[in-house]
């Protein structure tokens, strides 16, 4: 693995362009196995995780071309036969396959997923729901066995807001024979990118963007051509680092209406944020109030991929943040990190965080844990006196494009080694 070696102290002005939303981006290439038909997909970002999803599909036989930002699939002849265990397991958005691959072959068998160590994440929400669509569900050592002779229209009640038992059971329930309701689904704007994706190829999805879906099954879908949504996360975390390091900042294209609670929580501590149609301008802002609390939701609520971000915002305010993620109880290990670099912090129990603020950070070698603290930990090093180096470089790279050449065109002194 590589490591990020950054000077801190540089001040960081000009303009950002947000790519495709990297957690759309998966679902979607994965819901493309759905049709024998050619789908073309723009606006796909250049990030490990999409590469990673793009070999799984080759390797189950689909025909994959890619040309920058646009991705050509079709899925017309697939089989398992020579999908990789290893490849399955090196991700955590391979879960996805299991919605689409149940619906055209009907039996599948599928390693438990990868991913980051963020926490405990069962797929119990995933089997219930497909089991009540008509499913058995088995276990072979490590091996999910999913057998459905015939998918089947269901009521299903989530007993939490999975994303992604959200989209398998939508995926799956594009091509079940009659109707089915998924309630306390997840609406999270990938989710919707989804559904809208799905009925740009003849599905039957209404209620996109409510906590309760109804999918009308179809006999089959037709190919189409779509653009991935700009990725809301990446908006909100050029946004942080805009508000701590001393510059003007321009990020585009955003979508406004996925940023709700971003943008109110960026205002309420200071940061100077305007946003005129896709264009969003941050300045940096001298002084940070604290976060009265800084709550992870499903949304609409805060999203929990920025919270880490966020808490870097919280070193640098002016009193005491209480920040809460309750989704993932991984989500603060870079909590430990922020410490080492002079952060105040108190870890009341593996949810909640006590920040107090401002303090100087300092360049340390420190560790990225995963994808969405690495990025956290780049913003501190950023704005931290002296040299920091931060090992397992490669893990930001599953879902930020080319992210230290954006940075130097920035002003940033960051480099691989």
Known sequence: MSSFVIEGGAKLSGTIKIPGAKNAAT?????CLLTREECVIHNVPEITDVDKMLNLLKELG?????????????ADDISL????????????????????????LKNVRLPEPGGCIIGNRPLSAHLAGLEQMGVTVKMDGEFYELTATTLSGAHVTLWEFSVTATENLVMAATLAKGITTIDIAAAEPHVQDLCNFLNTLGA????????SLTIAGVDKLHGGEYTIIPDPI??????????????SVEISPVQPQYLGLVLHNLKSIGAQVEVDGQVMQVKSTRQLKPFTKLQALPYPGFPTDLQAPFSVLATQAAGTSLIQDPLYEGRLNHISELIKM???AIIADPHRVVITGPTPLYGREIKSFDLRAGVSLIIAALMAEGQTIISDAEVVDRGYEKLESRLR???ANIKRQ
Do not use: C, F, Y
């Open 342 to 344: 002079g952060a105040n």
């Open 234 to 247: 990446e908006a909100g975390t050029w946004a942080a680092l805009a508000t701590v390091t001393r510059g």
């Open 81 to 104: 036969s020579a999908l990789s265990t290893n490849d399955v397991k090196a991700m955590r958005s391979s879960v996805l396959l299991m919605g689409p691959l149940l619906a055209r």
């Open 27 to 31: 679902p979607i290439l994965a819901a």
């Open 409 to 411: 065109a920035l002003g």
């Open 62 to 74: 689909a025909q994959v071309k890619r040309d920058g930002a646009t991705v050509r699939v079709r």
């Open 204 to 211: 039957k999805i209404s209620g996109v963007g409510t906590h």
